[in-house]
């Protein structure tokens, strides 16, 4: 699985736009770019997946860059709530086989009030 | 919706003790993991199973071992415990042939004394 390359920490007021960037400039053409956080202790929740087109779910937008080497996780009203490490993961999403999902040191996001 | 059922949430151990960890998939979800999370640390990839059949292997000490069993459920035994193996020990189970990302427990919480 490529490599990714996030920053350590940052941090967003609330009620404002949190944009988490990562670089994964090795990726292959198959290799999918996933979104990960964990809130202090709790178990690691899936946000967001994508390929090549940017994607948007309930919970944030994913905007990959055309040369998919780099990618940012937008939450677009950061709350309270939305303090975590977020990580950024590559892999592929084989199909009909097990993937393990390896993580890296992700950001850890702080909203302040 | 289910969820990833683990069991116990807190486990209390002394050294050289045994522990044994459950894990609950997704009903339907055929492939469980197992991630090991030491304290201020990432989550680290243990073991897989896929339809009951070890898929893959991480940094799994030789004292732990794992199984799947014929309902989907597993297991994580692990013996001889030490001070180091104190962690939180998340599982997380996906359908194998349907990637959109795995589901994590909360986790167990394990102390070795």
């Known amino acids: 699985d490529a490599k990714t390359t996030q920053p350590p920490s940052m941090d967003c007021a609330e009620g404002r736009a949190a944009n988490l960037p990562c670089n994964h400039s090795?990726?292959?053409?198959?290799?999918?770019v996933y979104w990960y956080r964990q809130i202090h202790s709790q178990g690691p929740q899936y946000i967001i997946h994508?390929?090549?087109n940017n994607e948007t779910n309930e919970m944030a937008s994913l905007i990959i860059t055309e040369d998919r080497k780099s990618s940012t996780l937008i939450l677009p009203h950061a709350t309270l709530r939305d303090t975590a490490v977020y990580y950024c993961?590559?892999?592929?999403?084989?199909?009909?086989?097990?993937?393990?999902?390896?993580f890296g040191s992700g950001t850890r996001l702080s909203i302040r009030p | 919706a289910a969820g990833v059922i683990q069991s116990p949430r807190h486990l209390i151990k002394e050294k050289r003790e045994t522990a044994t960890l459950k894990c609950y998939p997704i009903?339907?979800?055929?492939?469980v993991y197992w991630y090991q999370q030491g304290p201020g640390q990432d989550p680290q990839f243990l073991i897989s199973?896929?339809?009951?059949?070890?898929?893959d292997k991480g940094s799994i000490p030789d004292r732990f071992s794992a199984q799947q069993f014929s309902d989907y459920h597993s297991e994580l035994n692990m013996s001889s415990l030490e001070l180091g193996d104190s962690a939180l020990y998340f599982c997380?189970?996906?359908?194998?042939?349907?990637?959109?990302?795995?589901?994590f427990g909360s986790g167990t919480r394990l102390t070795v004394v």
């Open positions: 997380a189970s996906s359908l194998g042939g349907v990637d959109y990302g795995y589901t």
């Open positions: 090795t990726i292959s053409g198959n290799e999918y």
């Open positions: 994508g390929l090549k």
């Open positions: 993961i590559v892999r592929v999403a084989e199909y009909s086989s097990a993937s393990k999902i390896i």
């Open positions: 009903p339907r979800h055929d492939t």
């Open positions: 199973f896929y339809e009951k059949m070890q898929s």
